[in-house]
């Protein structure tokens, strides 16, 4: 819970920064690397992570390693997380951001789950219709779940839509042991 209150505020922080600095694209695309290479790249993760190596020197390796590569909004966050031992947060950092930066461009990531794949057509539709109702850009990310039988099961941010089949045998189901 504390580390999603931190990685939250961290990822505000920059956000505010990178709009205020008119870097937002930029920031965003330092922070996928980042954090990708945080995930993959095991000598920089134990860089980065490591208590062994001074921060002076992680601030000098950072500052030629990225200063022609990175923003300087994004060089001098990284600063600031060495600095509050806050770089094992990084990955949560940059999910957060994601979060802004999509609502910022009013884009929204929807998970379709059907019972078979969706066709490209019917994904234009569902995403016509999705963007009519939430008045946002919408990327579908369609699931498989064979257990729904039919229909769909829609998912937008914390809300769930079920119209399966699955759901409306249960619904039956439950009327008749009801009555």
């Known amino acids: 819970m504390i580390a999603n209150t931190i990685s939250r505020r961290y990822a505000e922080a920059i956000f505010k920064a990178s709009i205020s600095y008119n870097c937002l694209e930029k920031v965003y695309s330092d922070l996928n690397e980042l954090s990708e290479r945080m995930e993959k790249d095991k000598e920089f993760r134990y860089f ?16 030629e390693l990225f200063k022609d590569k990175f923003s300087e909004v994004t060089i001098h966050f990284l600063f600031l997380l060495l600095e509050k ?37 019917e994904k234009n539709s569902l995403k016509k219709i999705l963007e009519r109702i939430t008045g946002k850009l919408v990327s579908i990310i369609n ?11 829609v998912k937008i941010e914390n809300k769930i839509y079920d119209n ?15 009555k």
């Open 48 to 63: 980065m992570l490591t208590p062994r190596i001074k921060k002076s020197r992680k601030r000098e390796l950072i500052t």
């Open 164 to 178: 399966s089949i699955k759901k409306h045998l249960e619904n039956v189901r439950s009327e008749m042991i009801g």
């Open 143 to 153: 699931k498989i779940d064979s257990s729904i039988l039919g229909g769909l099961v």
């Open 85 to 121: 031992r806050r770089q094992e947060h990084l990955k949560r950092i940059n999910e957060y951001f994601k979060v802004l930066y999509d609502r910022y461009h009013k884009k929204i990531e929807i998970t379709a789950v059907s019972s078979v794949e969706l066709t490209e057509e």
